[in-house]
């Protein structure tokens, strides 16, 4: 588990080599790695939630690109069509509100959040919001609604620095969305970049959470897979293939709530 705050949010985690040695394994290749979020902001979630085969997870919804400015973040899911794929101008803050109106909170599901993530200040407090279509949609404004509306057990957060603990954030769309139902949020620890690279590490990641791992351990296994080739591109000297650097794929941890281990 990793507990940060200031500075150590920063840290690229799964790069931290174990040992001094040139060749020293680094941190994931140890662990699955489980990022704490703010304890007092969550509450446990009921027993009572409706089962299904776990690997049969479904993405619920999906907010894509909604400034129209992110021409591949908006790519992230493979079909655009359906009533839970928010794209472009459709990702309005109604439209939001009403698909996650339908979702039972801590269902087996997954939600994806592909759009620019930027900081405000609520009655003085850092927090965060997403840039919707028509205007933006804020952690405090998220639970002002959590009577009315729920999400899916499994989020992916893919907006600059969203995991929110860096700032010493009072409430973070990570935090809100742990409150709101979800088990696990994976976020992202600094600025993404939107390009072929990103979009590849994003449809990975959104692929292994809808399968039957923890959401850590399926995280880890989309991580190593891309330390595993950058090494052996680099063994083969093959500099022009282009493929996701660590700067890519070490930005997202995953943040899990005190309510279970999804």
């Known amino acids: 588990g990793v507990a940060h705050d200031s500075i150590l949010a920063c840290v690229p985690w799964p790069l931290v080599p174990i040992g001094d040695q040139a060749d020293?394994?680094?941190?994931?290749?140890?662990?699955?790695?489980?990022?704490?979020?703010?304890?007092?902001?969550?509450?446990?979630?009921?027993?009572?939630?409706?089962?299904?085969?776990?690997?049969?997870?479904?993405?619920?919804?999906?907010?894509?690109?909604?400034?129209?400015?992110?021409?591949?973040?908006?790519?992230?899911?493979?079909?655009?069509?359906?009533r839970g794929v928010l794209l472009g101008r459709h990702a309005s803050k109604a439209h939001l509100l009403d698909r996650l109106a339908c979702l039972t909170p801590g269902s087996p599901g997954v939600a994806v959040v592909a759009a620019h993530v930027v900081q405000s200040t609520v009655d003085d407090s850092l927090t965060s919001e997403i840039l919707l279509s028509d205007s933006s949609l804020s952690a405090h404004e998220l639970l002002t609604h959590r009577n009315h509306i729920g999400v899916p057990d499994r989020l992916h957060l893919a907006g600059c620095t969203s995991i929110g603990l860096h700032n010493r954030e009072w409430l973070g769309l990570a935090s809100a969305f742990?409150?709101?139902?979800?088990?696990?949020?994976?976020?992202?620890?600094?600025?993404?970049?939107?390009?072929?690279?990103?979009?590849?590490?994003?449809?990975?990641?959104?692929?292994?959470?809808?399968?039957?791992?923890?959401?850590?351990?399926?995280?880890?296994?989309?991580?190593?897979?891309?330390?595993?080739?950058?090494?052996?591109?680099?063994?083969?000297?093959?500099?022009r293939l282009r493929r996701p650097c660590p700067y890519h794929w070490a930005a997202y941890g995953a943040i899990h709530s005190a309510a279970g281990n999804s």
């Open 24 to 82: 020293a394994p680094v941190l994931i290749e140890r662990a699955s790695l489980r990022h704490a979020p703010p304890a007092a902001l969550l509450t446990p979630l009921p027993d009572d939630l409706p089962t299904m085969p776990i690997s049969d997870r479904i993405v619920e919804v999906a907010v894509l690109d909604p400034r129209g400015d992110l021409r591949y973040a908006r790519r992230t899911i493979g079909t655009r069509t359906g």
């Open 178 to 239: 742990l409150h709101l139902g979800a088990e696990s949020v994976t976020a992202s620890l600094w600025p993404l970049l939107d390009d072929r690279e990103m979009l590849e590490v994003d449809r990975r990641i959104v692929a292994a959470l809808q399968g039957a791992l923890d959401a850590a351990d399926a995280l880890r296994e989309v991580q190593l897979s891309f330390l595993d080739r950058g090494r052996m591109t680099t063994r083969r000297w093959m500099p």
